[in-house]
């Protein structure tokens, strides 16, 4: 893969069902790694569900056997990597529905950052 290729798979999913909201990353072929691009996607999702006063419940969690390998290093020369995670982290952390990562398999590198928020 060259270097600012995109991972396999696809980005990630918001599924609102009722009272509960799920974030789920959908490239398990490489362990839910993050592409740039996803980054505001996560975050635009967040004040989307921030939005819907009905949510109360915000789950993120990972396809297949991991929650995320955190983010591609291959691309770190498409924007400021480091801002952008942790705009993201701070949107989880304060998102008004209670927020659960719903962790299975490894967490690696910013992932761990995700979880915690």
Known sequence: ?????????QAPE???SG????????R???ANRLEFSDLETERG??????AMERVLVLHLRGEGKHFCSGFNINSVGTGDIGASFEALAQELENAR???IAAINGGVYGGATDLALA
């Open 1 to 9: 893969m060259a270097m600012g290729d995109t991972a396999p798979g």
């Open 14 to 16: 918001l599924v609102v």
């Open 19 to 26: 009272r509960e909201a799920v974030i789920t990353l959908r």
């Open 28 to 30: 398990p072929q490489v």
């Open 45 to 50: 999702y967040v004040r989307e569900v921030n």
């Open 97 to 99: 529905p209670v927020t």
